[in-house]
């Protein structure tokens, strides 16, 4: 399964679905390989060939997360300065909702509590929106586009959307938002909200050719504009994965969890398949002040909630 999760060229859908649980490969590989350090008794061809294989699968294992963890530099730097700016400061919430949950209340008292200058809610339906109709209340901006097929999409802010456009970057039926947004201090930002759909057999299968797929899409748009950059949502794929590396290095932005920590988002039901799937990309200009997965609202995937800063980039 470790070299099977190599072929990233490969359009299997359940090759892909390989990339995904590499923090499990690991802990496997390492518990298979405690264990046949005891009970092996004698070493053969098959036992050397059965050892190396294992470290070898860790080995790669560990290259794809290593990243993850506070072993390696921040990409994105922690903005320590004490006297912030906070004209330029954005708090972000990113939420899949799940569209069958109606714990809508919950999610709620986590906006209450977090108090972000913007939110982004995904799998929204007519009943969540209708749900969610105290946010239009508390943000004098949004953008709201539900539907029925888990692709349904929120967006709130605090601060004026302008230009803002819902484009449908491969599927028909699979929006994204896109809009420059206005800091307090007069600065402005690019917002892309995403939520590609995901590479595993279903109504809309993987995309072929790498390409082609709208994470990359998305990537071009931040490159060919030179205007600070924040990319958001549930990319429906884990952060190591080839598309979403073909897509950072094509936008050249930067993801806020390297050198901090996966932040599982997904699955929140399950204690042991969990990997992280919300995501928060950058542009070198901002800086992370705070990052946080939140608690459980009904959801099966947890909120990620980033306070960022928009710096002078000197």
Known sequence: MSLLSLLFDVNVWWIKA????????????????????VLNQRWSFWAAF???????????????????????????KTFNTQDINKS????????????????ATSFLDIVKQTEPDMVLVMET?????????????????????????TYGMGLYSNFPLLDLETKFLQHSDVP?????????SGNTFLFHGVHPV?????????????????????????????IPSIVAGDFNDVAWSNTSRLFQTTGELNDIRVGRGLYNSFDANSPMLRWPLDHVY????????HLERLGKFGSDHFPIYAELVLTSGK
């Not at 699968?57 to 506070?70: A, H, M, N």
Request: net charge positive.
């Open 125 to 149: 339906n007519q009943w969540w929106i209708k749900a969610l109709q105290p946010l239009r209340k508390k943000y004098a901006y949004y953008h709201e586009y539900p539907a029925d097929n």
């Open 18 to 37: 390989l990339d995904f649980p590499r923090v499990q490969f690991l802990l496997v590989g390492l518990l298979c390989l405690l264990m046949f350090g």
């Open 50 to 76: 059965l050892t190396v294989g294992l470290i070898s699968s860790i080995g790669l294992q560990l290259y794809f997360i290593i990243p993850y963890t506070s072993l390696v530099q921040k990409t994105v």
């Open 282 to 289: 950058v542009t070198e200009r901002f800086e992370l002040k």
């Open 198 to 226: 995901p590479p595993v057999l279903s109504k809309h299968p993987d995309n072929k050719g790498e390409q082609e797929i709208a994470l990359i899409k998305v990537g071009r748009m931040v490159a060919q504009n030179n």
């Open 176 to 184: 994204s938002f896109h809009t420059k947004v206005q800091l307090p």
């Open 88 to 103: 330029n400061k954005v708090k972000l919430l990113v939420a899949n909702v799940y569209m069958h949950n109606r714990q």
